[in-house]
């Protein structure tokens, strides 16, 4: 296969990793943004959004896509009242200090860890698509007689693929809305901006940090389910997400919704296009280093702080 249709695969791959890394990372960054918790377990409430979606689907059966559908509905669900339990039992009764939350969730992320490889056990476990077509995907080149299409032999995509990129706009979409147009929205961003003012006209901040926490939670539990019928379901599938999700809400800016999406673009494509030409270390070494260029000259992310 020439270049140009190669690259085009490997750009539809980063893509799908970009959509999953924004719903992932968007949830790290609203945590932070409202709350001011560097949410560690992050990456296990990912984790455990997988492993719903696997035993949602196996327990009910039948055609795939009902599992899928259920699970989509459910998990998120489940794991974010989970997250807001761990709220409520833990973090409220730190009063949400920096330091010893970090030390908390830590904990949280051990306990998760160890609690699905009890209960899930140790091996992977493959989750069937509620859908699968193979696309063919054409190619334009120019000849003599001008712009010609033909289709590259190999050259295709898998139409769930396409639907993970979809799904992921529409509930980024989703959230914009929310978080702009609706009043929990603006309660969210008033208790972002002054937890004491907010207070002191009656919010219930620990009801808003509560719900953050959980949304947050399923937000990554829905890019679980998303991605888990591509990849496989596994106890320890939480690491990557949530060192990526750290660099994206760097490089972003911290609590920056906007940046968070426009970092997860840029780390999500070159992390696809660098692995698919060279290796996946590179494009984690490039996504460091590009970490460290930010904090260098730029510490507070390409759109500073602040939910937009």
Do not use: C
Request: a neutral charge; glycine letters at 10%.
């Amino acid at each position: 296969m020439e270049f140009g249709p190669h690259l085009m695969l490997a750009a539809l791959e980063g893509a799908i990793t970009a959509a999953i890394l924004a719903l992932t990372a968007v949830g790290l960054s609203l945590t932070f943004g409202v709350m001011r918790v560097v949410n560690v377990a992050h990456g296990e409430f990912f984790m455990l959004g997988a492993v719903a979606a696997w035993f949602i689907s196996t327990t009910i059966g039948g055609h795939p896509a009902w599992g899928f559908i259920a699970a989509v509905v459910l998990a998120p669900l489940i794991i974010g009242l989970l997250a807001a339990s761990a709220d409520w039992l833990v973090l409220k009764r730190l009063d949400y200090d920096p330091e010893r939350t970090i030390v908390a969730t830590i904990g949280l992320l051990y306990i998760i860890q160890q609690g699905a490889l009890i209960g899930f056990g140790p091996n992977a476990q493959p989750v069937e698509p509620p859908f699968s077509h193979r696309i063919a995907l054409p190619w334009f080149e120019w000849t003599e007689a001008g712009f010609e299409m033909y289709y590259p032999w190999g050259l295709s995509t898998n139409s769930y693929k396409l639907f993970i990129i979809f799904a992921a706009a529409m509930l980024l979409l989703g959230l914009w809305l929310i978080m702009t147009r609706t009043k929990v929205g603006l309660v969210m961003r008033a208790t972002q901006q002054d937890r004491d003012m907010a207070t002191a006209f009656g919010i219930p901040v620990e009801r808003i940090y509560a719900l953050t926490f959980g949304l947050g939670a399923a937000l990554a539990a829905l890019g679980a389910v998303l991605i888990v019928p591509v990849q496989q379901a596994y106890y320890l599938m939480g690491h990557d997400p949530l060192l990526l999700s750290f660099i994206v809400v760097i490089i972003g800016g911290l609590g920056s919704l906007r940046g968070t999406v426009l970092a997860a673009l840029l780390i999500g494509m070159s992390d696809g296009i660098i692995s698919v030409f060279f290796s996946p270390t590179l494009a984690k070494i490039i996504a460091t280093l590009l970490v460290a260029m930010v904090l260098v000259f730029r510490p507070q992310g390409l759109f500073g702080k602040g939910v937009h």
